[in-house]
Structure formats: C-alpha cells, structure tokens
C-alpha cells in the first residue's frame, strides 16, 4: 500500500475516533448536566451530535476509497501543465529548496525552544526573556554573525514592546515573579 | 446605495481611517513580495493588532493589507520567477520574460497599475451589487440562511487540492471547534472540561495565526533556504506603463469582469481568475502563440483579475455573511470580533459602516496605484530580506500579537496546539481553508440549523418545503455530485466547456 492511502486511513481512523470522543461526551456529560432534554432548542447536544455523524461518515468513505481505489489520483485541476502551475505546485508543495536545510532534529529543537519561551515568558516577563529568545532562535537559524544577531534580536524585541504598550496600549506579559526582579 | 455611500464619507473621512488604509496597503505589498508570507498571513496577523482600534479604522488596515498583498507577490513572479503569493503564479508567465528582456521596470509597473485599475473596477462592483443582494436576503429566514451557510461550506470544499472528502472533514472539524464553549440558546458550557478559559470557546485569533502562521513558519524552516540573498538591481517603473493598461482597455475590462465574477463565487479565488483570465486572453488575442514570450497583456490579464477578485469575494461576504476564500473569512471574523455582525442586517442597521468599508477598499487601489509605483524600489529591495532574518520575528509578532488580544498566555498555549494541527493537517492533505470558513460561520450555521428546527417544530420537512431553501439544497446536492465525477472525466468535460468559450483550440 503506498504511503497517502497509509496516511489517509490513519487520518480516517482519527476523524472516527474523534467524532465517537465527541459522541460519548454528549450521551455521558451533557445528559449529567441536563443539557439533552427536549427539543431542538434546549438540547446542547442536538447540533454537535449531527457534526459529529457527518464526520464519521465522510472518515468511513475516506477510508474506504483509500482501499479501494486502483491507482492513485492525479491532482485534477492541471490538464495541461504550464510553467506558471509548476511554480503553483512548488510553491503549494514546499518542496525542500536543497539550500542550506536544517536538520529535524533542529526542528524538534526550535518547537521546544518556543515552548520554554511560553513558560519564561509567563514567569519572567516580556522585557526580560525575549532578547535572549530572539538571539537563540536567529542561532538556530544559521547566522553566525553576532553584531547581527544582538542587534536584531534587542531591535525587534523592543520595538514590538513600544508598538504595543504605547501606541496599541496593551500591557505585555509582565511576569508572575517581576516584583522579585524589580 | 446613494445614503450607504453617504454616511460612509462621514466615517471614512478622518485622518486615522485614511492614514491606517494606505498604512495597511504599504504593509500589504510588503506581505506579497516577501516569500512565504501573502496577504492571507498579513490579515491574520494584523487581526490582532486591529481589534484594539474602531471599527471603520481597523477594518481600512486590514482591506488596505488584503489589496496591497493581492499586487505585491507579482513583484517577485516578475524579477524571480516564483510568485510572492500564489495568486501571482500567473503573472510569471510573461512579467518574467519581459524582466529577462531587461523590461523589468515596465513590468511591475503594468503589474502595480493593472491591479490597481482591476480593483477599483471589482470596487464598482462591490458598491452597486452588495446593498441589492443584501436586499434580496433580508427575507431569508433561518432555513434559507442554513442552506446558504452550507453552500458556502461545500464550496470551498470541493475545491480543495487533494480531496472533497478531506475538505469536508475540515470544515465538520471547523464546526466543532465552532461548538466549543458557551451554547447561545441554552447557556450550558459545551466541551470545555471545566476550564474557564474555554467558556468563550477557542480565540479566533488564536486559531487562525497557528493554523497559518505558525504551522506554514515551520514548513518554511523545513524547505531551506534559509540564507539566501537575491541578486537585483533597485529600479523605478514609469508612470507612463499605467497608459499602456489604458490603451488595453478590452484586455483590462475582461480581466476585471472575469476576476469579479470568480472573486464572487464562493470556493474559487485570485489562483483561478488570474489563470482562466490569462487564458481567455490568450484565447482572444490575434497572436496567442506570443504569450509567454513577454507580452504586456499577459501581464495585465493576470494582475488585473487576481485584483478585482478581491472586490467580488467581498461582495457575498458582506451582503450574505459567507466567505469565498480564507481571507474574507478572516476579514469576516476581524468584523465581528470588533462587534459588527456581517450580512444584510449590516446593511440596514450599520449603512455608514458599510460605506465605510467600500470607500476603504476603493481608497486601497488608489493607494495601491500611488504607494506601489513610488516606493517600488523600496519594495524591490525587500526582496533581499533572507528568511531566517523574517521567520524569528513573525513567530515573535504572532506570539505578542495573540497575546494582546486578552492579555492571556492561555491563548498562547491553544495557538502552539493549533500550529501543531495545522502543520499535521497539512501534511496529511486536508486542506485548512474550509475549517476557517466553518469556524466563522459555525456560529451562524447553528442558530439558523436549530431556529429552523424550532419554527417546524423539530421537523426536517421544513427545509424542502421552503422554495428558496429547497433551490439551495438541491444546488448543494448537485456541487457535491458534480465534484464526485472521476477527474479524467471531469478534465475532459472541462477542456470541452474552454474550448466551447474560447471558440479556439486550448492548448
């Protein structure tokens, strides 16, 4: 079996699991808390429980068109390829541009440095956690130039912090623990 | 129309609404010409900032970033050879080789001009038909409004790339997420597993910039390139270059009625007017074999449909409430989180906000034309930015920029979560336009599903026994069929209906 009709029942099998999770929380907690009863108007359950069937269904005719169909679908809408509809697909496609590409590892790495960052953020404050994230994160990217690196990351983490506490009047995070700091 | 457009001076004629408007088109063509990043990014990232200013104001921003990202990727189609945006992907076809000829000036300017020119004509458009097709859908009650919603949803998802079914699946996904938090008719807190945070339902903002911005951020870590500098000479177009889109006036008008009327119709967008425009173009030109080779309609054909799309998608999003493409969409969402309902009732009770926006989206092209021509060499040099200077900052802006809607880093936490949906969806081939769609409309879709049900007294036959919704629904029945035809039937059928518009061989 090729790889799309793999990814696709387990994509199918997903929706089902998701849509019958959906289905169990309307005939468990909903009627808990009494919000099944009557009709259409009082019934919290009614709207979501018809989303939820229609999901099952079109997951079940994904899965089952995935193993029957013969041989794999062409995309439908080019009949006649031309140069600008190549340059469409590359650029719908993302495929690897084979220049300077970064590791999945370093991927992996980058996705957990944005989750520290959340928490710091949270804890510490804006002001104090996002030059420090911003000059990781260019690192991470590949430049190696340190004057470029400081100056972009002080430049870009201030000038975010004056658009929006001064002109958009927005506090950013301030930090759970800043009166320790200040 | 006259009072729509009337009462629209007076909330559209102040320095901030005119100054966020040509803001918002300066930024915009920005948007388009950097890589990875089209207009459809820029609404969703300046929704957040949009939503701390007034209506008429913020939502000028947003249509001037929707107006400038829909001209600025022909920039890069033009001198590089791969479109800013997707909608410019036509434009690459003669803008380039006119580039190669050492006409690049010229062909931005056509481009920058013809937009401009196409926009204000779909502009038109927009103003005379939108108060006549609200009109028309004041006497829709819930059923009809159900059927419509449910056009709109099936629409953007049979043209989704890799499968109906999948785009379906996406937008049922969108309308459970729809279904999250407070349920408007009983009060009771649906699939919120106790979390006060989840009362409200997901943030829109939230969702849209991890779905798009993180998830597309990621993917263009992955594709590489990161270091790369373009190599190009800063030019200035002539002015004169909007005379030649003049003299191609038959040429620009058929764009323009060809982007407007795709731009209208639910599903379709900017990819397939700027593409059917280019081809019809070529069908009626008395030497089509001289397309591809540099020739200035090619050019305008493109530049001038992709543009005026963007006033026929707004039409049906604002006289109706549903979308056409994901930007509308977003820019519908924007409208209600700044506490305006889009559809008919807009018209009838807010016509100056109405007006409003009209003239902002005419003003858009007038700055597009002035701002895109002037500062061309500006724009041009922006090419030169390499991604891994402009990834670390959109990721920062979309962090604040999700925060600040209500100061609150749990909405930060659900937008990492939606990046990772979006980036697996993506990957997976489900398309995630219909699930934007369905978010937004889910909380129209809903009260018009049960408020139907409540009229009948619980009885479906009230959607079959309503002429107008009973149309729609068979409509929708037919959409659905027709997409289910295996597609080398289907491209057969279609390479027919070309040939039978073009009176030409397609080839």
């Not at chain 1, 997951?59 to 794999?72: F, H, Q, T, Y």
């Not at chain 2, 807009?346 to 003239?359: H, I």
């Amino acid at each position: 079996m090729s790889k799309e009709r793999i990814s696709n029942i387990i994509s199918a099998s997903f929706c089902v699991a998701l849509a019958l999770y959906i289905f169990y929380l309307t005939v468990t907690t909903f009627v808990q808390d009494r919000a099944t009863g009557g009709g259409p108007f009082a019934n919290s359950a009614f709207y979501p429980q018809w989303v939820a069937g229609v999901i099952i269904f079109l997951s079940l005719l994904l899965g089952v068109s995935s193993l029957l169909r013969k041989r794999e679908r062409e995309d439908p809408r080019w009949a006649e390829k031309d140069e600008a509809a190549d340059a469409l697909d590359r650029l719908e496609e993302k495929q690897p541009l084979g220049q300077d590409n970064i590791s999945g590892g370093a991927i992996i790495g980058i996705a957990l440095i944005l989750i520290v960052y959340t928490v710091l953020l949270d804890m510490f404050g804006y002001i104090v956690v996002t030059p420090f994230f911003m000059a990781l994160f260019f690192w991470m990217l590949r430049i190696r130039n340190w004057i470029a690196i400081a100056l972009l990351s002080v430049i870009s983490s201030v000038a975010l912090y004056v658009f929006f506490s001064s002109i958009l009047e927005v506090i950013l995070p301030p930090g759970r623990y800043s009166l320790i700091w200040w | 129309m006259h009072g729509i457009l009337i009462g629209g001076l007076e909330t559209f004629l102040g320095l901030q609404q005119i100054l966020l408007t040509g803001l918002g088109v300066f930024m915009g063509i920005i948007i388009g010409v950097l890589p990875g990043i089209g207009p459809l990014l820029g609404v969703i990232l300046f929704t957040s900032i949009v939503i701390h200013l007034p209506p008429v104001a913020g939502m000028g921003l947003l249509i001037g970033i929707y107006v400038g990202g829909s001209c600025g990727g022909a920039i890069s189609a033009i001198l590089l050879r791969i479109p800013g945006t997707p909608i410019a992907a036509a434009t690459l076809l003669d803008g380039y080789p006119m580039a190669k000829k050492g006409k690049a000036p010229e062909a931005v300017g056509l481009a920058i001009s013809a937009s401009s020119m196409g926009g204000l004509l779909g502009g038109v458009a927009l103003v005379f038909v939108s108060p006549l097709l609200a009109e028309i859908a004041l006497k829709f009650g819930p059923p009809e409004y159900f059927a419509l919603t449910v056009t709109g949803m099936i629409a953007i998802s049979v043209v989704a790339r890799e499968s109906t079914v999948k785009g379906l699946i996406s937008a049922c996904l969108g309308l459970i997420i729809a279904s999250i938090g407070t349920d408007p008719f009983t009060g009771y807190d649906r699939f919120t597993f106790g979390y006060g945070n989840l009362m409200g339902g997901i943030r829109l903002v939230a969702l849209l910039v991890g779905l798009f911005a993180i998830s597309e951020m990621f993917i263009q870590i992955e594709q590489g390139g990161l270091n790369v500098k373009p190599d190009i000479k800063v030019f200035r177009p002539p002015f004169s270059t909007a005379l030649t889109v003049l003299r191609n006036m038959g040429n620009l008008l058929r764009a323009s009625f060809i982007g407007t009327f795709i731009g209208s119709l639910p599903g379709t967008g900017g990819v397939a007017s700027s593409f059917i425009s280019y081809a019809m173009a070529k069908a009626s030109s008395k030497e089509p074999e001289e397309f591809g080779t540099g020739r200035p309609e090619g050019i305008i054909a493109s530049e001038g449909a992709n543009n005026a799309c963007c006033g026929g998608a707004l039409i049906p999003s604002l006289a109706l409430a549903i979308p056409g493409d994901p930007i509308t969409a977003v820019l519908l969402g924007a409208l209600m989180l700044l506490g305006l309902l889009p559809g008919p009732e807009l018209f009838r009770q807010y016509p100056d906000v109405v007006g409003g926006l009209f003239l902002a989206y005419i003003a858009s092209n007038i700055f597009l034309f002035v701002l895109g021509l002037l500062f061309t060499p500006l724009f041009v040099s922006i090419l030169k930015i390499r991604k891994n200077r402009l990834i670390p900052m959109i990721i920062l802006l979309s962090i604040v920029g999700t925060f600040a809607v209500q100061a609150s880093i749990f909405d930060v936490w659900s937008m990492w979560f939606f990046g990772l949906v979006g980036y697996v969806m993506r990957k997976r081939g489900f398309p995630l336009a219909p699930l934007v769609i369905a978010r937004v409309l889910g909380p129209i879709l809903e009260p018009a599903f049960r408020r139907s049900l409540i009229l009948s007294g619980g009885s479906f036959s009230i959607f079959v026994s309503r002429p107008i919704a009973f149309i729609i629904l068979i409509f929708n029945v037919i959409l659905l069929a027709w997409t289910s035809v295996p597609p080398d039937k289907m491209r057969r059928a279609r390479t027919a209906f070309l040939r039978l518009i073009s009176k030409r061989s397609y080839s």
